[in-house]
């Protein structure tokens, strides 16, 4: 069974600061790594994607991606409470299913 | 023009009705899905389809039955609806390969009563 863990939080951030949200997946099959935003009552939108071992940014956002611990991270820079919204962790198998598998998510509140 | 569109986004029915919920994108992807978001918030995947080819299956109970009439459309049709099908139901597609990015739809928003 492939799981992909999240905190589910809240995870509370004063504005400015750096909002770290983490994920684990368990299945070392996997290929790509996905982070997607949910505002309350509206659908996942995607936020960054990455592959590679190591950091990508992208703005404000960094993901970190470290396969040997099964562990991908975001870095939410300068928080603004505009991104106060459920942080969606999702991992990729490829292949011909091409399956995404979601985390239950990280709920952040950024406190102006 | 809104990429991945579903409707109707509110759907509010009784226990033992049938309804379908249908979806459509105009992004050229050859791959859709149906996704199940309880309210938990946890978002599992139910069906999807490659080129109308049915390729993931979930345990899902044989009253939902997913229909591709051609690689842009991916209806959900549900049978006898039961409370526990509440729910929230996302359409989504994705051109597949190793990024296999997934744009979802609004969601449509089943409650049955």
């Known amino acids: 069974q492939k799981e992909v863990e999240q905190n589910s939080g809240p995870l509370s951030v004063p504005e400015g600061a750096i909002a770290s949200l983490n994920c684990t997946y368990s299945?070392?099959?996997?290929?790509?790594f996905f982070w997607y935003r949910q505002y309350s009552g509206k659908s996942p939108e995607l936020i960054m994607f990455i592959y590679s071992n190591g950091d990508k940014e992208d703005g404000r956002f960094t993901a970190q991606l470290n396969k040997a611990s099964q562990y991908v991270s975001l870095l939410i820079r300068d928080s603004q409470p505009s991104d106060s919204a459920t942080y969606l962790c999702a991992v990729g198998y490829g292949g011909a299913t091409n399956k995404l598998i979601f985390g239950t998510g990280t709920l952040l509140a950024v406190q102006p | 023009d809104t990429a991945v569109s579903q409707t109707p986004k509110y759907l509010v029915t009784q226990m033992g009705n049938d309804k379908s919920i249908k979806c459509e994108q105009n992004?050229?992807?050859?791959?859709m899905y149906w996704y199940k978001q309880d309210s938990k918030k946890f978002l599992k995947i139910m069906f999807s389809?490659?080129?109308?080819?049915?390729?993931i299956n979930e345990t899902v109970p044989n009253r939902f039955s997913p229909k591709s009439p051609d690689k842009a459309h991916l209806n959900l049709h549900i049978n006898s609806l039961e409370l526990g099908d509440s729910a929230v139901y996302f359409c989504a597609s994705s051109q597949g390969g190793t990024e296999n990015t997934i744009y979802f739809g609004e969601g449509s928003w089943l409650t049955v009563v």
């Open positions: 299945d070392r099959g996997s290929q790509s």
């Open positions: 389809y490659n080129n109308k080819e049915l390729i």
């Open positions: 992004l050229g992807h050859d791959t």
